[in-house]
Every structure is written in C-alpha cells, then in structure tokens.
C-alpha cells in the first residue's frame, strides 16, 4: 500500500540552527501538506502546495519557513532559525484531489535545544 | 479561534458498547468533515468522511453523522474494540483549491476489556 514517508523520524537540533525535514508523498497525489502538532496539543495546518507553489499558509508560517519540491518525489520543510518554540512533531500530508482524505506520514519529532 | 472544537479530551467505554465521539464548528463554510485516529508516535490516519450534503456516512463498524443545523458532527464505533484506543480527531475542510484541514484537540478514546 502506497504511503507517505517522513525523514528524520527525530532531530535534535540547537536554537538558531537551521532544519530541513523531508518527505516522500505518495507518487501520483498532487497536493502537498505540511502540519504540525506541538505536544498536547492539536495538529495545527502550516502550508498547502500545488503546482509547484504554495496555495495556503498559516500564520505560523512565517518568514523563517519554506517549503520546496526540489525534484518529482521529494516536499521539505526548512526551518531557517530555529526558536525553542519549534519544537514539535511535523507531518507531512498528500492526496490525489483537491478535496478527500489526506493521507499523513508517520512525522518527524523535532527537538530544539 | 477554535474552529473545530472537540469538548471531550478523553472518553472511557467498555469493550462491545457504543463509543460516541462528538464534534462541534463553527465556520459554516466547511463543506467536508474527516475523522482521523491516531496512535502514539504515528500520523493521523484517515477513518470516515462525510460531505455536508449528507448526514450520515457508514463504514463498517464507524459511521458518522453531521447536523449542519447545529454545527455538529459525531463519530459512532459499534461495537468497540480494544484496538479503537486511539486519538480520534475531527476536521474540516471548506474544500474549493488546495485547502488544509482544521483538526479539533482531539479525544482520547480508551476502550476497557
């Protein structure tokens, strides 16, 4: 069964440090989905991309987020400057149509120190 | 702003009984309502689904049911089993482009033998 998959399972990383976290979504779904859920709390929405472009973003995407598909497989999430507040589990979503389930990788547990 | 509210953060049942999980929203532009269960260290996985222009979706032992009146939905499991002991989250969609979901806080659902 086709699956999303998330890379690194968890990241260490020092405040001020950059990040990049990856994800394979599943091949031929056409809308990408960053999310994330700090602990105890909800699953919060970070950005949505289509087309090559980001179509949504939440205010906490701010400057200090990107998000890229440098090739046909690959969608990342890059953390400029980490702040002690980033930490969090993100995951990585995608589905086929605009609209329907979206199908989550098992997240990335980042860690800043 | 709590667009999806879940006022249950968690909800004891016996093994065999019904397990009843209740979602409030707020924003009557969402036109499409997901449940997803999710377990420790794992991403959200996609349960049911509803479009607003029903009021009950069946699956199996999972059905749920939307009163757009009311602004609420709820998610019924017949009967429980101890591996529905899970987090449950509702979400919403106002579907039209690449729209993320908003998830509620979820509910702990905890099914005794």
């Known amino acids: 069964e086709p699956e999303v998959t998330q890379t690194p399972s968890h990241q260490v990383t020092q405040m001020g440090q950059e990040v990049i976290l990856r994800c394979v979504p599943i091949?031929?779904?056409?809308?990408f989905y960053w999310y994330r859920q700090i602990l105890g709390q909800k699953v919060e929405f970070l950005v949505s991309f289509y087309n090559n472009e980001i179509s949504e973003k939440s205010e906490i995407f701010d400057d200090q987020f990107s998000v890229e598909r440098p090739d046909g497989s690959n969608f990342t999430l890059k953390i400029r400057s980490t702040k002690l507040e980033d930490s969090a589990m993100y995951f990585c979503?995608?589905?086929?149509?605009?609209?329907?389930?979206?199908?989550f990788g098992e997240g990335s547990r980042l860690t800043v120190l | 702003d709590q667009q999806v509210k879940q006022n249950s953060p968690s909800l004891s049942v016996q093994e065999g009984r019904i397990s009843i999980l209740n979602c409030d929203y707020t924003?009557?532009?969402?036109?499409?309502f997901l449940w997803y269960k999710k377990y420790p260290a794992e991403g959200p996985t996609f349960l049911i689904s509803i479009s607003s222009i029903k009021d009950k979706n069946e699956d199996g032992r999972f059905t749920v049911f939307l009163n757009k009146s009311a602004k609420h939905l709820s998610l019924h499991i017949v009967p429980s089993q101890p591996g529905d002991s899970a987090v449950y989250f509702c979400?919403?969609?106002?579907?039209?482009?690449?729209?993320?979901?908003?998830f509620g806080k979820g509910t702990h659902l905890i099914i005794q033998p």
């Open positions: 979503a995608s589905r086929r149509w605009v609209t329907g389930e979206l199908f």
């Open positions: 924003n009557s532009m969402f036109d499409y």
């Open positions: 091949s031929n779904h056409l809308y």
């Open positions: 979400a919403a969609s106002a579907g039209g482009g690449a729209d993320g979901l908003t």
